[in-house]
């Protein structure tokens, strides 16, 4: 059975894989720094080459860094308490010096966990199906980028559709980004926002896929209010945060696409 204790430490333990560290290291009150090393049992979208992941659970900084880059890592999570470095103005102090060495502040998230003292499956007005893979293969266009991922087809194993009428108008997919824990990814048609249909379709995913023994997860920009709020009301909480530091090519590249 699942509890909020028992989840956290699913994902600590997951982290800890990600970064090649301890799942202690999360509930140090000091920051910690490891190697950073991509492991076979790491979540499948942590792709080389990284220069540092910085990560907190609340406490500290779990810092997975490559050796040419420890040295400024060290002396900048030393430099500000540990959860200004996840924000504005400091973080310019980090990517000037990054920069230097032909890299830059690239990915920055918020993690969430299910509640298990709020998680219920909320109603929705419009009909609900569960989707399984063999479903999603007319289903990869732009409408529905944010619930499934073309790149990665194969992890795309589990969702729940809303429909009208027989039309797909919301869509919670999930995928099997690691052993233990699926992320679950959102889209409704603008027509039927604000009605209840986002937090329907992600708390009957994530129900679902507590069933088959896993555990849910929701990332979110942290400027994306409209998800956060999602998160939340689908009796979803805050659990950690992440910032990543990438070559200054692949940041650039990702600019041009826009």
């Known amino acids: 059975m ?12 997951q982290s800890a894989i990600d970064l090649n560290s ?6 140090e009150k000091e920051n910690v720094i490891v190697k ?18 910085l990560v907190s659970y609340g406490n500290n900084i779990v810092a997975s860094v490559s050796d040419e880059y420890k040295d400024v890592v060290e002396e900048y999570i030393g430099k500000f308490e540990f959860y200004h470095c996840f924000e504005t103005p400091n973080l310019h102090w980090i990517d000037e010096r990054m920069s230097k060495l032909g890299q830059k502040v690239c990915f920055m998230a918020e993690y969430f966990l299910p509640d298990m003292n709020k998680l219920t499956r909320l109603p929705c ?5 569960l989707l399984k893979q063999t479903d999603f293969s007319a289903l990869y266009l732009p409408e529905w980028s944010n619930a499934l991922c073309e790149a990665r087809k194969e992890l795309d194993v589990l969702g729940v559709g809303a429909y009208e009428n027989g039309k797909l108008i919301g869509l919670a997919a999930c995928s099997a980004d690691c052993d233990s824990m699926w992320q679950i990814g959102i889209d409704v048609l603008p027509e039927y926002r604000r009605k209840g249909v986002a937090s329907s379709l992600t708390s009957n995913l994530a129900m679902e896929i507590l069933k088959k023994g896993k555990v849910p997860f929701y990332c979110s920009a942290w400027s994306n209010i409209r998800s956060s709020r999602n998160a939340i009301k689908s009796g979803f909480m805050p659990a950690w945060v ?5 070559p200054v090519e692949m940041v650039n590249e990702m600019n041009q696409k826009g």
């Open 2 to 13: 699942f509890t909020n204790q028992k989840i956290m430490q699913i994902a600590m333990k």
């Open 22 to 27: 301890k799942e202690t290291d999360f509930l």
């Open 36 to 53: 950073s090393g991509i492991g076979p049992l790491a979540r499948k979208y942590y792709k080389e080459p990284i220069a540092c992941n």
């Open 125 to 129: 007005d419009y009909e609900l199906k």
């Open 242 to 246: 992440e910032m990543t530091v990438k």
